[in-house]
């Protein structure tokens, strides 16, 4: 196939930024970039991006990598999209944009949640869904924009996600994969995998305003003629793509029970496939990529890390403190940071935690710890939680031998070492890459037929780095871990009247 | 009338001359150099002295004929002469730890009971016993077991003397040396100095009279410690009155006739004349902000944290607990350290950093209700020290404290609370009030109170919800003899 040429084009559509990458059809990366945005926070809770801004940077990575990679535009031949969700995009019957995008960790939809709760009731929820009920799920973000915004909702025609934004953009369909509709909780049935009509009737959804659900590796549509502006040829082949989550698994090669995925960009999800057996309301259910199911919960991870990069920007202008500086300093304070606690549920608690009041703080503080304590414990509070959705993921059944980090803070080797003691786990990490990309790339190849199966991205990735957990320093991160549990404990209800005093005094 | 005060702090020798309208007419300063050790905290008597003398004289060749000398310094810093009041160790200063294990000894004879002080390695006694028992040779060739006050005051006069309230630091009762339990340790009370009231008169010696060349008659009025000078120094003089100095930590005193509970732990009265002063000082002063300063805002001044925005981090919920040390008054808990409480991912540096302005108007709330608690009803606030420099930080404690805060026009309150305690004596009928100059008065602002009262209700309850946790963390990291937070 080399010889006839050939490469992908894959973006992951992240929280922070876009990363965009050029495949060979043998996985090889010909060339990459990624372009920043900055997501807006217009209140408590509220995390929103508009879609134009996502087309835009998407317009110029693609332009960009074009430019600069050594290859001819006209030797793309699919294209694949993975990105953050579950959001709420709504556009109109012209496809334009109709308001913001509800992100992710936009939490606005508490009262949604008790209305889907009332007029359904958890255990049908539960049953058709596999998933409990929270303002992270698509649905309640849904039903947030009908009750709230009814003269905009009248206008909607279809409700996508970012990643489904971009592709309509280039095909003009409205997709959504099953890897992502099991994320708009209550609305997808997991076991019939399909969109439930019970559950649109009952909350007054027209089935029609969702998109329809293909395999994520099945080709949609072509490229229009209008994206000859970015430097893409009209008819090129576009697969339906995955959230950012399900493709950074089947990236760094994890699709079969007993491996785990931890991402590291801003979310930091656990990401275990499994054969679909029990769906425990703690995690996040879904369909992964290839068919099969996978669970995982969520903390905030480099969001946690560049929430205290932009705190230290300035400070760090002036004084030079680059990520080697914070690293190396850092690898120099023992384990448990000197009695330091980070809790990372900066944007509250999602799963398993489900309680939207927690916020984050760091517990301990002396005058002789400084920024340096500081970040690394961030690394070891975000390793706790993550510790935390472990134990769950074992208590639900999951059989997890190994962790995969990826993403742009699995390059720190320090963090990667407090996993894997905290865990108790071997930790790999692919220098390659193995991110969401690679999960397109997969995705596109096979949807172009040529590949076969995932396990081509076995062979794509080489090797790995492992570091393996070192069982005194485990055991005392265990003791840093069961304070770490004690303090959450303890916590719960100041955050509950901390949200209080902040709901009142936006009045 | 001119008078001559001596003022030792923690890092500063002072001496200022004030005029009889209190200004100040010539004032020089020497740093002091603090030797610490993992436990020990320590400062030498003769670069006190040395350098106290280099600014004696040099004030005293600007300003002639001055009518009194007086001093002030620190409490509770042991410092051991000999006859000719030369120090035989250097002085060990209150965040000194050495004598812990001396302190929880005593705390076990009935003798200490029966005072009525706590346990505390803080206190003079404790002390004396430890080098009784670490340093018998000191023990032996000391001749006095001095405060720095009283240090200062022999050199001048050659008499060892200390004032009612610095001997309070040595479990007096009624003005009395704790007779029973200094048998029971056999220290030899001939070894502390004579106590006398505040305001008594000595003269200044012979030898000093030369070396500075002052007149031979010259009064040295005896006055007291620093916090208690400082509190005099602020412009309190009614019913109700307080101060809150913050300076290396932050102290929070009112004037009052009333007395405070029997059972009242987490504050002190102390008695001066007809009146109580009751509060306490916590740990909290200035390092919070050099903290702050140091690990978040390089190179910036006290004066960059006004541009600090004037929306509260409260109502964005960010709270901060600044125990960084460990607290003392009203906590009283060693273990107890720092937290950020209620992050969320837009919170950036300022928000931060007006969060730990914030927690000093918290801290002062927690004293007040302390003091309050026991019938006492705090009206106004005089704030002094570094952290009054800080528009922005009063302000705070206004709102959250819900009382006017008045910043004082003097900078050297301490030193003008000493002059005002000796003119009183030599002068009488004199009324101090027309020299204490309000600078800037803060109101409470009706609109954040509920706002305040509700963050104030969770600064207590985290600080309650997180003890256990500070309790395990101080145990988890007591193998590692890694006990950060010597008292400085």
Not at chain 1, 271 to 300: A, K, Q, W
């Amino acid at each position: 196939m080399g010889e006839e040429g050939g490469y992908l084009l894959c973006s992951d559509i992240g929280t922070s930024s876009i990363k965009t990458r050029l495949y060979d059809l043998e996985g090889k990366t010909v060339g990459g970039l990624w372009e920043g945005y900055r997501l807006s926070y217009p209140g408590s809770g509220k995390v929103e991006i508009h879609p134009d801004t996502i087309w835009k940077v998407f317009q110029t990575s693609v332009r960009r990598l074009l430019k600069s990679a050594r290859i001819d535009p006209g030797d793309v031949t699919g294209i694949s999209i993975s990105g953050m969700t579950p959001s709420c995009l709504p556009v109109d019957k012209n496809g334009c944009i109709i308001r913001p995008a509800l992100l992710w960790c936009d939490s606005r939809a508490v009262e949604e949640c008790n209305l889907i709760r009332k007029s359904i009731g958890l255990e049908t929820i539960h049953r058709v869904s596999g998933n409990t009920v929270a303002p992270y799920f698509g649905g309640p973000k849904w039903l947030w924009f009908k009750n709230n915004e009814p003269r905009l909702f009248e206008k909607a025609w279809k409700l996508l996600q970012c990643n489904s934004y971009i592709i309509y953009r280039l095909t003009g369909e409205a997709v959504i994969d099953f890897s992502q509709a099991g994320l708009c909780a209550p609305f997808f049935d997991i076991r019939r995998r399909s969109w439930s009509y019970e559950i649109c009737s009952v909350l007054g959804f027209d089935v029609d305003i969702l998109p329809e659900i293909l395999p994520s590796s099945q080709v949609v549509g072509e490229t229009s003629a209008s994206c000859t502006s970015l430097g893409l040829r009209r008819g090129i082949s576009v697969v339906t793509g995955g959230g950012d989550f399900a493709c950074s698994a089947l990236g760094c090669g994890v699709f079969e029970p007993g491996d785990a995925c931890q991402m590291l960009g801003t979310a930091g999800d656990f990401i275990f496939p499994h054969r679909g057996e029990r769906f425990d309301p703690r995690l996040v259910n879904t369909m992964h990529v290839d068919g099969s199911y996978v669970s995982f919960g969520n903390v905030l991870a480099g969001g946690a890390v560049s929430w205290f990069r932009d705190l230290l920007a300035a400070f760090a202008k002036d004084n030079g403190v680059d990520f080697q500086t914070l690293e190396g300093e850092a690898s120099r304070i023992p384990p448990g940071s000197e009695g330091l606690i980070f809790l990372p549920q900066l944007i509250g608690g999602i799963a398993p935690e489900w309680d939207l009041h927690r916020r984050g703080a760091i517990i301990g503080i002396s005058t002789s710890h400084g920024p340096f304590h500081i970040y690394r414990a961030i690394l070891e509070g975000v390793a706790y939680a993550l510790r935390y959705i472990l134990d769950i993921a074992l208590e639900a059944g999951g059989e997890i031998e190994s962790i995969t980090a990826v993403d742009g803070g699995a390059r720190s080797r320090l963090w990667r070492r407090i996993l894997a003691d905290v865990m108790n786990l071997p930790v790999k990490y692919y220098a390659s890459g193995g991110d969401a990309t690679m999960g397109d790339a997969a995705l596109a190849a096979k949807g172009l037929g040529c590949i076969d199966g995932f396990h081509a991205v076995k062979g794509w990735l080489g090797e790995a780095a492992v570091d393996e957990p070192d069982p005194q320093i485990h055991g005392e991160y265990l003791s840093y871990y069961r304070l770490y549990r004690d303090i959450y404990g303890h916590l719960g209800g100041d955050f509950r009247n901390l949200s209080e005093i902040i709901r009142r005094e936006a009045k | 009338m001119k008078g001559l005060v001596i003022n030792l702090g923690f890092r500063s020798v002072r001496a200022i001359i004030f005029g009889s309208d209190g200004r100040i007419l010539a004032s020089s300063s020497r740093k002091v150099e603090t030797f610490l050790s993992s436990e020990y905290v320590e400062q030498d008597p003769d670069e006190w002295w040395r350098k106290g003398s280099e600014c004696l004289r040099e004030v005293l060749g600007k300003v002639e004929d001055i009518d009194f000398i007086t001093v002030t310094a620190s409490a509770a810093c042991v410092t051991p002469v000999d006859e000719k009041a030369n120090p035989t160790m250097r002085t060990i200063l209150v965040s000194d730890k050495r004598a812990d294990k001396e302190a929880s000894y005593i705390s076990r004879l009935d003798s200490f009971k029966k005072l009525g002080y706590e346990t505390s390695a803080y206190y003079t006694i404790p002390r004396i016993l430890w080098i009784k028992r670490n340093r018998p040779d000191i023990y032996g060739r000391t001749f006095k077991f001095l405060s720095p006050n009283d240090f200062f005051i022999a050199k001048l006069t050659g008499d060892f003397v200390i004032d009612e309230l610095n001997a309070t630091k040595y479990y007096t009762v009624n003005n009395e040396y704790p007779r029973e339990l200094l048998r029971d340790l056999e220290i030899d009370e001939d070894k502390l100095p004579e106590i006398k009231p505040i305001g008594s008169m000595l003269k200044l010696s012979d030898e000093s009279a030369e070396n500075f060349h002052l007149r031979r008659d010259l009064p040295v009025v005896v006055t007291t410690y620093d916090a208690i000078c400082a509190f005099f120094g602020s412009g309190v003089r009614e019913e109700g009155d307080a101060c809150d100095i913050s300076g290396t930590v932050t102290s929070v005193r009112v004037l009052t006739r009333r007395d405070i509970r029997p059972d009242e732990s987490r504050i002190f009265q102390l008695r001066y004349r007809d009146w109580n002063i009751v509060g306490g000082s916590n740990n909290l002063g200035g390092g919070l902000i050099e903290w702050l300063l140091n690990n978040f805002y390089m190179n910036r001044t006290y004066e960059d944290l006004e541009k600090l925005s004037n929306l509260s981090s409260a109502a964005s919920g960010l709270i901060f607990l600044p125990y960084l040390m460990g607290e003392r008054a009203p906590l009283w808990d060693d273990k107890v350290r720092g937290c950020f409480l209620g992050i969320e991912r837009f919170h950036n540096r300022d928000d931060m950093a007006r969060a730990v302005l914030e927690s000093t108007g918290y801290v002062l709330r927690s004293l007040i209700e302390a003091i309050e608690d026991n019938g006492i009803q705090v009206n106004r606030i005089y704030a002094s020290g570094g952290l009054a420099r800080i528009d922005l930080i009063n302000q705070i404690k206004a709102d959250i404290t819900g009382k006017k805060i008045y910043k004082l026009m003097e900078a050297e309150s301490t030193a003008l609370g000493a002059y005002c305690l000796a003119r009183e004596v030599l002068e009488p009928g004199f009324d101090a009030s027309p020299l204490f100059k309000i600078e800037k008065e803060y109101s409470p602002r009706r609109e954040v109170e509920n706002m305040y009262a509700e963050a104030y209700r969770l600064f207590k309850a985290a600080y309650r919800d997180l003890r256990r946790f500070h309790e395990e963390r101080y145990e988890a990291l007591l193998p590692r003899g890694d006990l950060r937070g010597v008292h400085l």
